[in-house]
């Protein structure tokens, strides 16, 4: 249906309750998944991943008899950090900053997932749950390039596919 104006369009497309039911928990299992991996300075076992998971939980108030946690939220987590690349990411020890805020030259406030701080790079790592999209590697050069104007080093982009689980290099 479309209602027409010379001022305005106005259209209205059918939403079903339960594709939007399901995008509603697809992006809020997304949050808690960011928000898990937001409060995991390092990783040496299962227990880190299943209690920063019900920390998120928590902090978001969710109900968690509606979820698999298990499933949903800490398999997918265990499986990525068993990447190497993922593994060097959350070692005792590793310098790293989580949720960094950085601002662009338009005044935008933007939040880096994580930034890795090595002796010779930076490591600007973006967190993605669900499929791959085309827009993705944008982000992380954007932030990227915000990360080496600020800091004068060389800095490297990745997106950690959570679900896959794979590394992606951004050039």
């Not at 946690?69 to 590793?94: D, H, K, N, S, Y």
């Not at 960094?100 to 973006?126: C, F, K, S, Y």
């Not at 791959?132 to 932030?143: F, P, T, W």
Request: with cysteine; aromatic share 8%; proline share 4%.
């Amino acid at each position: 249906m479309s209602l027409k104006s010379p001022h305005i369009r106005i259209q209205h497309h059918p939403v079903s309750l339960f594709q939007d039911e399901e995008r509603i928990s697809a992006a809020l299992r997304g949050e808690l998944i960011h928000r898990a991996f937001s409060l995991l300075d390092h990783v040496t076992d299962r227990g880190d991943v299943e209690r920063a998971v019900q920390q998120a939980f928590s902090l978001y108030q969710v109900d968690t008899a509606r979820w698999n946690i298990e499933e949903e939220c800490c398999a997918p987590m265990v499986r990525a950090l068993t990447l190497p690349q993922v593994q060097a990411w959350f070692t005792p020890g590793v310098v790293n900053r989580r949720e960094m805020e950085v601002v662009d030259a338009q005044g935008e406030v933007l939040r880096i997932d994580r930034l890795v701080i090595g002796t010779d790079v930076l490591e600007v790592i973006d967190f993605k749950v669900g499929k791959r999209e085309a827009g993705h590697g944008e982000q992380v050069v954007l932030y990227r390039g915000l990360v080496q104007a600020i800091f004068q080093r060389t800095t490297q982009g990745y997106i950690l596919y959570i679900d896959e689980p794979a590394v992606v290099a951004i050039p």
